[in-house]
Every structure is written in structure tokens, then in C-alpha cells.
């Protein structure tokens, strides 16, 4: 699959969510060909920066964008792995920090 035509989808789905790709493209792309790899091992988009079990219904919380994310770019500006972040955070107006790990060790 065409990585810009992703993109490009995954920026109109985030502006419906009221969020926005993070700025940085090819930070975005890296994170892109995460998703495919792990479509590609198990069938579905699990985060590229949480491990996946090869589960589906087990991970279905860390599919992208995950459970997670909204309330991550609530507190943070981003979501876990920063694909998905505020406008003030794009715009330097947010500190860039740690976002930490929200899902429970299985």
C-alpha cells in the first residue's frame, strides 16, 4: 500500500477525532511502516511501540488508534507512540514529555 495515500487517510481520520498528525512527516511514515509490519504479522494495526501478542481479541486495546489514545492526548498532547497529537503540541505551545504506559501488563 502507497504510504502517502495513508497518510494522507490517516490525517483526514485524525482531523475528524479533533486531533492532527504529528508534524513530523517522516516520524509519521516510521510509524506507518510499523502498522503495515504488524498488519502484515497479525492481521491487524497493533501499535508499532507496544508489543503485540498475535491476538486479536488480547490486544484489540492497542489496535490504532488505540483505547488509549484519546485520553493520552487529553493529558499530554500525544498519544503513546506521538503519531496522533494537539494542535498545541504541534505548534510547541505543550512540553514534550513521557507519556506513560496506561495498558495493564497481561
Known amino acids: 500500500m502507497d504510504l502517502d495515500k495513508i497518510y494522507e487517510t490517516l490525517k483526514k481520520y485524525a482531523n475528524m477525532r479533533g486531533v492532527e498528525l504529528n508534524k513530523d512527516r517522516e ?6 511502516r510499523g502498522l503495515l ?14 508489543l503485540a501478542s498475535g491476538d ?20 499530554y498532547g500525544r498519544c503513546y507512540c506521538g503519531l496522533y497529537v494537539s494542535r498545541d503540541f504541534n505548534e510547541g505551545k505543550i512540553p514534550q ?10
Not at 27 to 32: A, G, P, R, T
Not at 37 to 50: D, H, I, S, T, W
Not at 56 to 75: A, G, L, W
Not at 97 to 106: A, C, G, I, L, S
Open 97 to 106: 514529555v513521557f507519556v506513560p504506559e496506561r495498558r495493564q501488563k497481561n
Open 56 to 75: 486479536k481479541e488480547k490486544d484489540k486495546d492497542i489496535i490504532c488508534p488505540c483505547v488509549y489514545s484519546k485520553e493520552d492526548i487529553k493529558e
Open 27 to 32: 516520524f509519521v511514515l516510521d510509524l506507518i
Open 37 to 50: 509490519r504488524n498488519e502484515e504479522r497479525y492481521g491487524y494495526r497493533a501499535c508499532p511501540c507496544r
